[in-house]
């Protein structure tokens, strides 16, 4: 006798097979969530070291601007009417106790003034503001060590994007520009420094 093609009876969906079905499609779903939380921590720790990098060369590009506008600050502002003798840089202020005041990037210093310079490589408002903040800090810091000296203020950049300068100068800066191997300082007919 002839055997038949015969096939098993189908059988509809049963409860064990949709069961089997939602469990694997869980386990797929977890171990997509666990690829997705590993990428997104790899991102993490791949953005941290991206900011690291891009800070230490941030660091170095504001070391090379300092390096360039220091050497001519004394003769620049001197000619200016000053009489600075003294320049120091990465001036750093604190308490007796260790407590951080504030780091200035160039301080020109005589009898009766003391210059504070922030240094960057591409200056903004927003540096403007925040060296306008540190002025008061060292304010504050003078007066608690009984120094009656006027603290003025300056601004350098390599790169002073349009808008920063009018502002650092109401905000009563100066504002130096790197011009070359040298650098510039421009004083508008009616700019008068903010003394602290």
């Known amino acids: 006798m002839v055997k038949e093609n015969m096939r098993e009876p189908q059988m509809g969906l049963t409860f064990e097979k949709v069961w089997a079905m939602f469990q694997e499609t869980d386990r797929k779903m977890q171990e997509t969530d666990r690829i997705v939380q590993e990428t997104a921590?790899?991102?993490?720790?791949?953005?941290?070291?991206?900011?690291r990098k891009i800070g230490k060369l941030s660091?170095?590009?504001?070391?090379?601007?300092e390096h360039i506008i220091a050497p001519n600050l004394l003769e620049k502002f001197n000619k200016l009417g000053f009489s600075f003798g003294k320049i120091s840089s990465n001036v750093c202020y604190k308490r007796?106790?260790?407590?951080f005041i504030?780091?200035?990037d160039v301080l020109?210093?005589?009898g009766d003034t003391v210059l504070a310079v922030?240094?960057?490589?591409?200056l903004s408002s927003a540096d403007v503001r925040e060296h306008t903040a540190r002025m008061r800090k060292l304010r504050d810091y003078a007066d608690e060590h009984g120094d009656a000296r006027h603290f003025i203020g300056a601004v350098a950049g390599a790169i002073i994007p349009e808008g920063v300068k009018p502002f650092a100068y109401k905000s009563g800066f100066y504002v130096i520009e790197q011009s070359g191997d040298t650098i510039k300082i421009e004083v508008p007919h009616d700019f008068v420094p903010k003394k602290w």
């Open 102 to 104: 504030a780091e200035v």
């Open 59 to 65: 660091d170095r590009l504001g070391d090379l601007v």
């Open 118 to 122: 922030e240094v960057k490589s591409k």
């Open 41 to 51: 921590r790899q991102i993490k720790e791949i953005s941290k070291e991206t900011d």
């Open 96 to 99: 007796p106790g260790g407590e």
């Open 108 to 110: 020109l210093e005589d």
